[in-house]
């Protein structure tokens, strides 16, 4: 009996498996931003999982959108994933485990940042100055929506006007809303609308508001042979006569 209790133990012992949990999650990489969807590159392994014993190590890639909460990405198991075509801020991690304890560790956090400026139309051509109409834009707060750490990073915008054809640009004080109203112009200006979501920046399209400075004939009359008359025509008129034809302008800006 004491020998067949020997066999039983060492028996036993031989297919023991001595398994301890991982320490590390490894370092994958890495952040990406674009504005608008984008095929986004491949992610990287810097370290695999690490620390433990026993078992096979097992990977599991996951994301979190629209400030909600861990999923699972199907059949992406592998250490490095590629995510394809994404059309909206996302945060990835991947988790490690050994299958002989099933204690998870995550490895760092990296995100795909997709910023939406939208579209705004308004475009316009008047003569000398005028007040522009109002520039409409669409509403992309939807789709910036975007957490880090669980905390909402909110969109922020501001317009922006150029008179020298897109050049250079400036921003216009206190304009942070969705649509502008443009003050009285002289000159054309082109306006455009800059979204902003945790430090990176998208401009929308162009518009332009054009300023028609050219001269406009008002009134047509027939030039008198002297200019002793007492000849009066009104002004920004076209005088025709035997020497030839003349114009009369405001010199007064209106």
């Given at each position: 009996?004491?020998?067949?209790?020997?066999?039983?133990?060492?028996?036993?012992?031989?297919?023991?498996?001595?398994?301890?949990?991982?320490?590390?999650?490894?370092?994958?990489?890495?952040?990406?931003?674009?504005?608008?969807?984008?095929?986004?590159?491949?992610?990287?392994?810097?370290?695999?999982?690490?620390?433990?014993?026993?078992?096979?190590?097992?990977?599991?890639?996951?994301?979190?959108?629209?400030?909600?909460?861990?999923?699972?990405?199907?059949?992406?198991?592998?250490?490095?994933?590629?995510?394809?075509?994404?059309?909206?801020?996302?945060?990835?991690?991947?988790?490690?485990?050994?299958d002989c304890d099933n204690v998870a560790v995550y490895s760092n956090q990296i995100s795909i940042l997709v910023v939406y400026a939208g579209t705004i139309t308004g475009d316009e051509t008047k003569?000398?100055?005028?007040?522009?109409?109002?520039?409409?834009?669409?509403?992309?707060?939807?789709?910036?929506?975007?957490?880090?750490?669980?905390?909402?990073?909110?969109?922020?915008?501001?317009?922006?006007?150029?008179?020298?054809?897109?050049?250079?640009?400036?921003?216009?004080?206190?304009?942070?809303?969705?649509?502008?109203?443009?003050?009285?112009?002289s000159t054309t200006t082109l306006y455009r609308r800059a979204t902003t979501v945790t430090g990176y920046t998208c401009y929308s399209n162009t518009v332009t508001k054009t300023v028609n400075n050219?001269?406009?004939?008002?009134?047509?009359?027939?030039?008198?042979?002297?200019?002793?008359?007492?000849?009066?025509?009104?002004?920004?008129?076209?005088?025709?006569?035997?020497?030839?034809?003349?114009?009369?302008?405001?010199?007064?800006?209106?």
């Open positions: 009996e004491v020998n067949d209790s020997k066999n039983n133990n060492s028996n036993a012992n031989k297919y023991d498996v001595v398994c301890s949990s991982l320490t590390s999650g490894g370092v994958i990489a890495s952040n990406q931003q674009n504005c608008g969807s984008f095929t986004a590159a491949a992610f990287t392994s810097n370290s695999a999982a690490s620390g433990g014993s026993g078992g096979t190590i097992k990977y599991r890639w996951q994301k979190l959108e629209n400030c909600g909460s861990w999923t699972n990405i199907s059949g992406a198991t592998s250490t490095t994933y590629s995510a394809g075509t994404v059309t909206k801020s996302t945060i990835y991690r991947r988790k490690a485990w050994r003569n000398c100055n005028y007040t522009p109409t109002t520039i409409t834009g669409t509403d992309e707060s939807t789709k910036n929506n975007y957490c880090i750490d669980g905390n909402p990073q909110n969109q922020s915008i501001q317009w922006q006007q150029s008179i020298n054809n897109g050049v250079t640009w400036t921003d216009i004080s206190g304009a942070n809303s969705l649509n502008y109203s443009p003050g009285q112009i050219t001269p406009v004939v008002l009134y047509t009359e027939p030039f008198p042979n002297c200019f002793n008359t007492g000849f009066s025509a009104p002004i920004n008129s076209t005088f025709t006569g035997s020497t030839g034809t003349w114009s009369a302008y405001s010199t007064t800006a209106r």
